[in-house]
């Protein structure tokens, strides 16, 4: 499933936007809410956050000019997210222990 990425509006009076800055590369990995990238409009900046996690595929290069409601970027989702770290809580109440690695 793919998810267009479209410039909000910011303000009534701004209609057209700068991409200053990708935050992510052409088919990187970005979860929910995470920076994508920096538009720019009358020397204010306003940032581009991810409303899906997935792979992202770049339909504009930083400097383009669009306007509001254009598509800067799709995001397909992979059906499978990125693991988060492996953490463990070890109770040592009860003594030592012993911890084997795997190899």
Same mark, same amino acid.
């Given at each position: 499933m793919t998810f267009d990425i479209r410039v909000?509006?910011?303000?009534?009076?701004?209609?057209?936007?700068?991409?200053?800055?990708?935050?992510?590369?052409?088919?990187?990995?970005?979860?929910e809410n995470e920076l994508l990238g920096e538009v720019e409009?009358?020397?204010?900046?306003?940032?581009?956050?991810?409303?899906? +996690?997935?792979?992202?595929?770049?339909?504009?290069? +930083?400097?383009?000019?669009?306007s509001i409601g254009d598509i800067i970027c799709t995001i397909r989702y992979t059906g499978a997210s990125v693991p988060p770290p492996v953490t463990r809580v070890i109770d040592l109440t009860d003594g030592p222990i012993e911890i084997r690695l795997k190899k």
């Open positions: 909000p509006a910011f303000a009534e009076t701004i209609t057209q936007v700068t991409l200053m800055e990708k935050s992510k590369k052409e088919g990187e990995f970005v979860r409009a009358d020397k204010v900046s306003f940032d581009v956050l991810s409303s899906h +996690e997935g792979l992202v595929h770049w339909l504009i290069e +930083e400097k383009d000019v669009i």
